[in-house]
Structure formats: C-alpha cells, structure tokens
T-cell receptor
C-alpha cells in the first residue's frame, strides 16, 4: 500500500511556466514533509521541507502548499528554467520512517 | 567535504553471490539510512541506524543485513543475491530524525 501518492508522473512546461506537483498521504502521524530533486546519475537532494503547523513555505522560486485537513501538499516552481528539468520526489516522515512518492519527471522547454 | 560516499558505483552479480555495498559519511551525522530505488516506485527504506551499534529494519529489509560499528560507516550486505534485488541503492545520513537527509550518488546493482 503506497502511503504517499504523487501526481503527475511526468510534466512538460515552457520556460517561465509554473509547474505544480501534488502529493497526498494516508498516515496522519506524519510530521515532516520534504521535497527532493534528483538529476540523472545522482542521489536526491533536499529542495524544501515543511512541517504540518504551517500552510505554506517559500524558498526562492520553490513553494510548498500544505493542506492538513485534506492530507495533501504540493510543490510550485515559479519562473521555471531548463535547469529545473529533473525528477522531483515528495516524501512524508515520522521519526525515521520516511515514505516517498513515486516521482515526477519535469521537463522545462527553452 | 565529501558528504556521503558510496562504493562501488556499478556492480553485476550472479544469482546466489554475496556482496557488501559501502557507505561512508564525513558530516558526523548520527543517523544513516539505506534505500533502494526501483523505476517508477520512488525510494524505499531498507534499514536505518540512529548511532554506532544500533540498527533497525525499514520497509523492505528482507534479503539484506547491516552493521554500524562506527559513526562514519554503514555497510549493506546482500548474502544470497536474487534478481529481485536488481536496483539502485542509495545511502543517506542526517543529523537526527525528521531532518534533511544527505544522499550519496548511489550504487547501481544488477543481478543476473
């Protein structure tokens, strides 16, 4: 049973567009929600993370929106660039039990 | 600062062979993790450790073993390789739980 469901599987946007990636989780005990960015041949790298006591967090061009009642959270990338082309993973964690979504392959066209 | 270093980067094993995937971190992190990444499936936690001498099972531990004799090293052992263990394996470390995890670049393992 997949505890974190991520959509879409793939996403293509034009440069300057705002891709949005959505995640939904099952376990209400999760209390840490990170997003990771992964380039081919590399390990995931933390992009931004949120805890359930806030509804939004911004870091540069990246924003997480969090809806605790709906058990959903999403990543928005403002003014997307070709260099943002990568696979993005959401995750939800409690203590050392981190569950990842299946990933979204983002392509930003010039 | 090397961060998290994994060796080897690639390996091909025959069914039934054994091997150890190495992981070392130089950030003095207490917590270390092993994940496997299969296509379209995200990452799944195999084992983790909260400090030297302490290990615990994750979501998919069957067929694997770990040890943590030092803060820096966290090797993952496959005793009897099976085709289902073909995957990309990532090691990660963090200062504590629910803190950013720093990943290595992975070991791509094929079992034929």
């Amino acid at each position: 049973q997949q505890q974190v469901k991520q959509s879409p599987q793939s996403l293509i946007v034009q440069k300057g567009g705002i891709p949005i990636i959505n995640c939904a989780y099952e376990n209400t005990a999760f209390d840490y929600f990170p997003w990771y960015q992964q380039f081919p041949g590399k390990g995931p790298a933390l992009l931004i993370a949120i805890r359930p006591d806030v509804s939004e967090k911004k870091e540069g061009r990246f924003t997480i929106s969090f809806n605790k009642s709906a058990k959903q959270f999403s990543l928005h990338i403002m003014d997307s660039q070709p260099g943002d082309s990568a696979t993005y993973f959401c995750a939800a964690s409690r203590n050392n039990d981190m569950r990842f979504g299946a990933g979204t392959r983002l392509t930003v066209k010039p | 600062n090397a961060g998290v270093t994994q060796t080897p980067k690639f390996r091909i094993l025959k069914i039934g062979q054994s091997m150890t995937l190495q992981c070392a971190q130089d950030m003095n992190h207490n917590y270390m993790y092993w994940y496997r990444q299969d296509p379209g499936m995200g990452l799944k936690l195999i084992y983790y450790s909260v400090g030297a001498g302490i290990t615990d099972k994750g979501e998919v531990p069957n067929g694997y073993n770990v040890s943590r004799s030092t803060t820096e090293d966290f090797p993952l052992r496959l005793e009897l390789a099976a085709p289902s263990q073909t995957s990309v394996y990532f090691c990660a470390s963090s200062y504590s739980d629910n803190q950013p995890q720093h990943f290595g670049d992975g070991t791509r393992l094929s079992i034929l």
